[in-house]
T-cell receptor
Framework: NAGVTQTPKFQVLKTGQSMTLQCAQD?????MSWYRQDPGMGLRLIHY???????DQGEVPNGYNVSRSTTEDFPLRLLSAAPSQTSVYFC????????????FGPGTRLLVL | AQKITQTQPGMFVQEKEAVTLDCTYD???????LFWYKQPSSGEMIFLIY??????QNATEGRYSLNFQKARKSANLVISASQLGDSAMYFC??????????????FGKGTKLSVIP
């Protein structure tokens, strides 16, 4: 059972480069989300989706783009990387109920030089 | 105002002792869920336990229990009989709803627990 998968695990970018962080889940969950984790800040929501074709912004959306063409996949695009985007990125998925557990992927560690 | 507050940046506990990690929350929504996650040094986020706002009894999962005090808006995690493997960051999180944005989790800044042999 794969659960939530993320690729790549590590990435180094130069300022101004673009890239896509991949996220996939095999649990048929409607809800998917992207968080970033910075030291001392906990996890902060970037974007989320409540189903295919529906996305919305979270707390820190600037500089990131998402789309949800299928239930399984929810890629996160960095349009023009900046050093401030150096972080660990987590993708998560869950069912749509209030008490549904969010399951997290293993994370992607991104360094922007 | 912060929605989730974890006031203990770091804590130490002796192996086999119990420990309480504090979490207070702020919401005006009558329907919400409170969750605890563990993040070991390897980095993954591991779900531990949850409590719904309408649940009458405190949630328990093995050695984990959630001390839910609704009037005080607190949802403390209690770990009984601490083990060395419990050394990790612990995050409290809340999900409000229903309504717009009701699927998102809001996290506290975490508490780093160190278990001493």
């Amino acid at each position: 059972n794969a659960g939530v998968t993320q690729t790549p695990k590590f990435q180094v970018l130069k300022t101004g480069q673009s890239m896509t962080l991949q996220c996939a889940q095999d649990m048929n969950h409607e809800y998917m989300s992207w968080y970033r984790q910075d030291p001392g800040m906990g996890l902060r929501l970037i974007h989320y989706s409540v189903g295919a074709g529906i996305t919305d912004q979270g707390e820190v959306p600037n500089g990131y783009n998402v789309s949800r063409s299928t239930t399984e996949d929810f890629p996160l695009r960095l349009l023009s990387a900046a050093p401030s985007q150096t972080s660990v990125y987590f993708c998560a998925s869950s069912g749509s109920g209030l008490l549904e557990t969010q399951y997290f992927g293993p994370g992607t560690r991104l360094l922007v030089l | 105002a912060q929605k989730i507050t974890q006031t203990q940046p770091g804590m130490f506990v002796q192996e086999k002792e119990a420990v309480t990690l504090d979490c207070t929350y702020d919401t005006s929504d009558p329907s919400y869920g409170l969750f605890w996650y563990k993040q070991p040094s390897s980095g993954e986020m591991i779900f531990l336990i949850y409590q719904g706002s309408y649940d009458q009894q405190n949630a328990t999962e093995g050695r984990y229990s959630l001390n839910f005090q609704k009037a005080r808006k607190s949802a403390n995690l209690v770990i009984s009989a601490s083990q060395l493997g419990d050394s990790a960051m612990y995050f409290c999180a809340m999900r409000e709803g229903p309504g717009a944005g009701s699927y998102q989790l809001t996290f506290g800044k975490g508490t780093k627990l160190s278990v001493i042999p």
